[in-house]
C-alpha cells in the first residue's frame, strides 16, 4: 500500500486547509487508516481515525474543528481543517494498517510522507 497526502500549506490564523491522503496498491476490504501530526520539536501525536466503514475517533484537540472522512471509491483520506491556529502547524501524516486502529503511530505499517501545515497569527 503507498499512500499519498497533498493538500497541505500556509494560512493565517482562523483558516482552513483540507488535506488529501490517496491510497494505491493492494487494498483490503477493511482497514483503518489515521491521520497524525508532527511539530518540530515535539513527538508525534494522533489526530484522528477512520475505519474502511466510516467510523472515526478524534483526539480532544481536533473535535469540532477537524472532520477526518474517507471516500472508499477514489481511496481516499480526507482531513478538513478549519480553525486553524499556530498550534496547528506541523507535518501532517497519514498512515494505514489492517489490524489496528488507535493513536499509537508505531502500530502502523503504512505512511504517507506527510505534508506540511503552517498556519501564522
Known amino acids: 500500500v503507498q499512500l499519498v497526502e497533498s493538500g497541505g500549506g500556509s494560512v493565517q490564523a482562523g483558516g482552513s486547509l483540507r488535506l488529501s491522503c490517496a491510497a494505491s496498491?493492494?487494498?483490503?476490504?477493511?482497514?483503518?487508516m489515521a491521520w497524525f501530526r508532527q511539530a518540530p520539536g515535539k513527538e508525534r501525536e494522533g489526530v484522528a481515525t477512520t475505519d474502511s466503514d466510516g467510523t472515526t475517533f478524534y483526539r480532544d484537540f481536533a473535535k469540532g474543528r477537524f472532520t477526518s472522512s474517507l471516500d472508499n471509491a477514489k481511496n481516499t483520506l480526507y482531513l478538513q481543517m478549519y480553525n486553524l491556529q499556530p498550534e496547528d502547524t506541523a507535518m501532517y501524516y497519514c498512515a494505514a494498517d489492517y489490524w489496528y486502529r488507535g493513536f499509537s503511530g508505531d502500530e502502523y505499517n503504512y505512511w504517507g510522507q506527510g505534508t506540511q501545515v503552517t498556519v501564522s497569527s
Open positions: 496498491g493492494y487494498i483490503y476490504s477493511t482497514y483503518y
